[in-house]
């Protein structure tokens, strides 16, 4: 999740902030003559984790059993600022109908994504069409044209992800696979920890440290979110004008889910937290003080690549409760 400054990838969590070089695309191992290209982001993020590195050296035999099994035909896969924990790629399926071929990288947010799209069943996400649990490889509806929402100005970003977010907050089953939200704020608790000799402002770290501790008990809620909602999650379709791609599933506080999008709002939070945090904890219909702590304690304490001149620490210190 740390925030990308230069060139690793956020496996989700804080956005990157500045100019990011991308660096250029891996090819992987040719095998019987079909190479498969390896997105730049990716690469960085699998690079100096070896279970990771050990999932990409093992990519190009994955993506041939998938082709053979689901009978795809596999395009190139899609690049760019918005790929970064997954292999993804526009596929034709035998009855010439395309379909959308993901395998995600091994990551601790992750691991339920293919649970939480059989749950959603496609009402606001993509449907999922065949999935190898196992494998971590989804085979999903394709989203056409798949603008991202980020093309559009932030405030109607606002309410394209107000609804959204509100039609995936529901109950899940009594018995379900889903982990507490408090599971991922104890996993990047730790992680911070263990960046201590990093830090640069410590009272401010350990303050949002706290806070996520309290908050992560004290939820008013338990529905099952996104966890990494933001405008480039979200793809125009004709089935629906937009629909969700990449959910995190955890189960906790609606309030949580405001903070995605929100922290990906650079301009608008740095000129005016406070009302850019109202205004769509209102349009949300969520407690603005518990989105507002979230926020706080996001930018104060979440684990990041990089703790000098940190724009995420002047945020918190804005809004510091
Ligand atoms: N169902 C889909 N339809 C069309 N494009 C998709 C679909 N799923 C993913 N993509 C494309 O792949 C990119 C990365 O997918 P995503 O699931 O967000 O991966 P990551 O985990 O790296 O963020 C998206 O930005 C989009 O361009
Ligand atoms: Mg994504």
Not at 68 to 93: H, K, M, Y
């Amino acid at each position: 999740m740390p925030q990308t400054v230069e060139g690793a990838a956020p496996e989700h969590g804080l956005p990157k902030i500045g100019v990011v070089g991308m660096d250029p695309p891996h090819p992987t191992s040719q095998n019987r003559g079909v190479t498969f290209t390896i997105p730049g982001r990716l690469a960085a993020a699998c690079r100096d984790v070896p279970e990771r590195a050990a999932w990409l050296a093992q990519l190009p035999d994955l993506l041939r059993d998938l082709e053979q099994r689901w009978s795809l035909t596999i395009g190139a896969p899609f690049d760019g600022d918005e790929v970064s924990c997954a292999w993804v790629a526009p596929v034709a399926l035998a009855t010439g109908r395309s379909a959308v071929l993901k395998l995600g990288m091994p990551h601790m947010e992750g691991e339920h994504e293919i649970d939480g799209l059989r749950f959603w069943n496609g009402d606001p996400t993509v449907w999922l069409l065949e999935a190898d649990d196992d494998l971590g490889a989804m085979l999903l509806e394709h989203c056409e044209p798949g603008t991202v929402l980020r093309t559009l100005p932030e405030p109607e970003q606002d309410l394209v992800i107000v609804p959204l977010l509100r039609r995936l907050w529901r109950s899940p089953m009594a018995s379900h696979p889903f982990r507490p939200l408090s599971a991922m704020i104890a996993h990047w608790s730790e992680e911070t920890l263990a960046q201590a000799e990093h830090w640069r402002d410590e009272g401010i770290v350990r303050e949002g440290l706290r806070v996520f501790e309290e908050l992560a008990i004290s939820a008013p809620a338990h529905v099952m979110l996104a966890t990494d909602l933001h405008a480039g999650n979200v793809l125009r379709a004709r089935r629906e004008p937009w629909l969700v791609i990449d959910p995190k599933p955890f189960v906790g506080d609606p309030a949580y889910d405001a903070t995605q999008h929100l922290l990906n709002c650079d301009l608008r939070l740095r000129l005016d937290p406070d009302a850019t945090i109202r205004r769509f904890a209102d349009l949300l219909g969520v407690d603005y003080d518990r989105v507002r702590l979230w926020m706080f304690a996001r930018a104060a304490a979440e684990p990041r690549n990089d703790w000098n001149d940190d724009p995420w620490t002047n945020l918190a210190r804005a809004i510091a409760p």
